[in-house]
Nanobody
Framework: QVQLVESGGALVQAGESLRLSCSAS????????MGWYRQVAGKERELVAG???????NYADSVKGRFTITRDNAKNTAYLQMNSLKPEDTAVYYC????????????????WGQGTQVTVSS
């Protein structure tokens, strides 16, 4: 019932900035947290940044001070502002949302976006 659509991935040069967007659509749900993950071939998917429904955010050490995660007022879209990009940031970036599905009874669920490629050249 909840679909995530990511956009904003691109090929950029080191030192440049990029903003990723993730929009959640559907009905009968309430998002409790959203996050951005990234994955490189041969490596496990890792958390880049997350933000709770209360606005508390956390970041991987490798991106602290460079990346910022935000949510819009409606809490249906998340952004990842990436500054001072480095070649090691190259990866497929995935949006994640944890949410509660309304119903009898309500239940928790998780959804993932399709991923968007970010490539940083040196």
């Amino acid at each position: 019932q909840v679909q995530l659509v990511e956009s904003g991935g691109a090929l950029v040069q080191a030192g440049e900035s990029l903003r990723l967007s993730c929009s959640a659509s559907g009905s009968g749900f309430s998002i409790t947290a959203m996050g951005w993950y990234r994955q490189v071939a041969g490596k496990e998917r890792e958390l880049v940044a997350g933000i709770t429904s209360g606005g508390t955010s956390n970041y991987a050490d490798s991106v602290k001070g460079r990346f910022t995660i935000t949510r819009d007022n409606a809490k249906n879209t998340a952004y990842l502002q990436m500054n001072s990009l480095k070649p090691e940031d190259t990866a497929v970036y995935y949006c994640n949302a944890d949410f509660i599905l309304f119903g009898s009874p309500p239940r928790r669920a998780r959804s993932w976006g399709q991923g968007t490629q970010v490539t940083v050249s040196s």
